[in-house]
């Protein structure tokens, strides 16, 4: 089984390569999938390569925390501050969704 080359287009209807949304996920360190959409416009035409979109994303995902030097920095602040901000969210009636 032969797998795609970094050349290869992944967004047909704007002509993205593989080669650049790795290399704009890795760069621009996203927060979202949906961001991928902010290279070259891919998964905004027929949707198709969505999925795809997706799989670049998580991976990037992986290899930063994989290449993170301090885990920890994941959450920017104490055990303790973590702890209370979570009891206060419980509390509140604004909770997050996905």
């Known amino acids: 089984m032969e797998h795609m080359?970094?050349?290869d287009k992944i967004c047909y209807c704007y002509h993205v390569?593989?080669?650049k949304l790795v290399s704009y996920a890795r760069r621009?360190?996203?927060q979202r999938a949906s961001q991928m959409?902010?290279?070259l416009g891919a998964g905004t035409g027929c949707g198709w390569c969505i999925p795809i979109l997706k799989r670049i994303f998580d991976q990037s995902i992986a290899e930063r925390i994989a290449n993170s030097t301090v885990e920890t920095d994941m959450v920017p602040m104490t055990p303790e501050e973590y702890?209370?901000?979570?009891?206060?969210?419980?509390?509140?009636t604004d909770k997050?969704?996905?």
Do not use: I
Not at 83 to 92: M, N, P, Q, V
């Open 5 to 7: 080359n970094l050349d």
């Open 17 to 19: 390569p593989l080669r």
């Open 28 to 30: 621009e360190k996203l």
């Open 37 to 39: 959409s902010q290279c």
């Open 83 to 92: 702890e209370a901000a979570r009891s206060s969210y419980l509390k509140s």
């Open 96 to 98: 997050n969704t996905f």
